[in-house]
């Protein structure tokens, strides 16, 4: 079956840097998805990979590594906004988003 | 409007009866897909549709159903409303017509059924 696997929940430092990991298993593999979701609020699109290697964009980063069905997402400099959850979605053979349920992150001061 | 638009943004409903939920966007995208969140699961695909006029199910379409007449409206309805469908349901969309476009989503609805 298809299955993606992430942390429940991780606790970080303000300014600390944090690595959220993510493990997948889907019928072919078109891409890597993460998202941030604040409480209450819509997800919202932070990177995309298809190909090994990472990808940085300002604080955040995403890695991959398609041979060992694996990706993580960097978060540096964290501030108290960073606080969410972050979800990981593994696209399939049909195109479809297989996600994972998220990990909260809560950053202490 | 910008964006993606739900309503309604919550609803108490009671069992059995018949509920329409929409959504509207005005980014001219092709696609748009209905999820639910539910705690401690990842969101699961519904119903989606590749362009309008075409629609297709997903994970878990039992129970809903979903029409597409235009490019931008996506409703979703339930025929007879049952407790397990208490969910938060999010509409989404994506663009020009490359199946790993970025979805965007809708704020959600929070639908409980009693």
């Known amino acids: 079956g298809q299955n993606i696997d992430q942390p429940t929940e991780m606790t970080a430092t303000e300014g600390a840097i944090v690595q959220i990991n993510c493990t997948y298993q889907?019928?072919?593999?078109?891409?890597l998805f993460w998202y941030q979701q604040h409480a209450g609020e819509a997800p919202t699109f932070l990177s995309y990979?298809?190909l090994d290697g990472l990808e940085e964009k300002g604080r955040f980063s995403s890695f991959l590594s398609r041979s060992k069905g694996y990706s993580y997402l960097l978060l540096k400099e964290l501030q108290m906004k960073d606080s969410a959850s972050y979800l990981c979605?593994?696209?399939?053979?049909?195109?479809?988003?297989?996600w994972g349920a998220g990990t909260k992150l809560i950053i202490k001061p | 409007i910008a964006g993606i638009t739900q309503a309604p943004t919550s609803q108490i409903l009671a069992a059995g009866r018949r509920m329409t939920l929409r959504c509207t966007q005005d980014?001219?995208?092709?696609?748009m897909y209905w999820y639910r969140q539910d705690l401690g699961l990842g969101l699961r695909l519904i119903h989606y549709?590749?362009?309008?006029?075409?629609?297709g199910k997903g994970e878990v379409p039992d129970g809903y159903s979903v029409s597409r007449a235009n490019t931008d409206d996506f409703p979703l309805t339930l025929a007879s409303a049952v407790p397990s469908q208490t969910s938060v349901y999010f509409c989404?969309?994506?663009?020009?017509?490359?199946?790993?476009?970025?979805?965007?989503f809708g704020p959600g609805t929070r639908l409980t059924v009693l």
């Open positions: 980014m001219r995208h092709n696609a």
């Open positions: 979605a593994a696209m399939d053979s049909n195109y479809q988003l297989i």
């Open positions: 990979n298809v």
């Open positions: 889907t019928s072919g593999f078109n891409g």
């Open positions: 989404a969309s994506s663009g020009s017509g490359t199946p790993t476009d970025t979805q965007y």
């Open positions: 549709s590749n362009t309008a006029g075409t629609t």
